[in-house]
């Protein structure tokens, strides 16, 4: 019974973690340069984007200087994970 518990639960975080990820096929996504511009206007200081699952992974300052990874749909520019650094 605690191996199929904790079976499931590890199989339930797998699930959960390609959900988060990005899908949208590349003819769709939108360039790099234009999430640039968006962060940039919403307060962001962008240090770097690369594309990382399917995403655009960026990593920099949000608009209270605190240092940020933040992974982004590259179709909609949706944030589907964000973690502050500091």
Same mark, same amino acid.
């Given at each position: 019974m605690i191996t /199929? =518990?904790?079976l499931g639960t590890i199989g339930a975080g797998t699930a959960m973690a390609s959900e988060e990820r990005c899908n949208? *096929? &590349?003819? $769709?996504w939108q360039p790099r340069e234009a999430l640039q511009q968006k =962060? #940039?206007?919403e307060g962001w200081k962008v240090r770097r984007i690369k594309t $990382? $699952?399917?995403c655009y992974e960026v990593y920099g300052f949000d608009k209270d200087g +605190? +240092? &940020?990874e933040a992974y982004f749909d *590259?179709? /909609?520019?949706?944030i589907v994970? #964000? +973690?502050d650094e500091d």
């Amino acid at each position: 019974m605690i191996t /199929t =518990l904790v079976l499931g639960t590890i199989g339930a975080g797998t699930a959960m973690a390609s959900e988060e990820r990005c899908n949208a *096929p &590349m003819s $769709d996504w939108q360039p790099r340069e234009a999430l640039q511009q968006k =962060l #940039e206007q919403e307060g962001w200081k962008v240090r770097r984007i690369k594309t $990382d $699952d399917g995403c655009y992974e960026v990593y920099g300052f949000d608009k209270d200087g +605190r +240092r &940020m990874e933040a992974y982004f749909d *590259p179709k /909609t520019f949706e944030i589907v994970v #964000e +973690r502050d650094e500091d």
